[in-house]
């Protein structure tokens, strides 16, 4: 069983940046393909940022070119490096460790996911 603990969530203004991270624990994060979900009031939950066991990466489109998801194996860490915050963010921010056996996918399929941490709320203030 894989744990994953997420922090660096809070309170920005709009224009502000924002840094999360994601440790899981006991267990190597280059083992896994790892993603960034998030679920604001009364949405749903949608992929943001996703990062293969290979490295190659995707991002949702309304955060491209203003998120960047990375992982630093030696610290064990993956980061979601959050700019130019909008009101549209605002959401809990799950992080998600998957594909054990598949070392090519990276993406926002839920079921390639199997084991999520309890979130981080992001809020921007407009």
């Known amino acids: 069983q894989v744990q994953l603990v997420e922090s660096g969530g809070g309170s920005v203004q709009a224009g502000g940046s924002l840094r999360l991270a994601c440790v899981p624990s006991?267990?190597?994060?280059?083992?896994?393909?790892m993603g960034w979900f998030r679920q604001g009031p009364e949405k749903e939950r949608e992929g943001v940022a996703s990062?293969?066991?290979?490295?190659?990466?995707t991002y949702a489109d309304s955060v491209k070119g203003r998120f960047i998801i990375s992982r630093d194996n030696a610290k064990n860490t993956l980061f979601l490096e959050m700019n130019v915050l909008n009101a549209d963010d605002t959401a809990m921010y799950y992080c998600?460790?998957?594909?054990?056996?598949?070392?090519?996918?990276?993406?926002?399929?839920?079921?390639?996911?199997?084991?999520w941490g309890q979130g981080t709320q992001v809020t921007v203030s407009s």
């Open positions: 998600a460790a998957g594909c054990a056996s598949d070392w090519w996918y990276y993406g926002f399929e839920p079921y390639k996911y199997d084991f």
């Open positions: 990062i293969g066991r290979n490295g190659r990466t």
């Open positions: 006991g267990h190597m994060i280059s083992s896994y393909c």
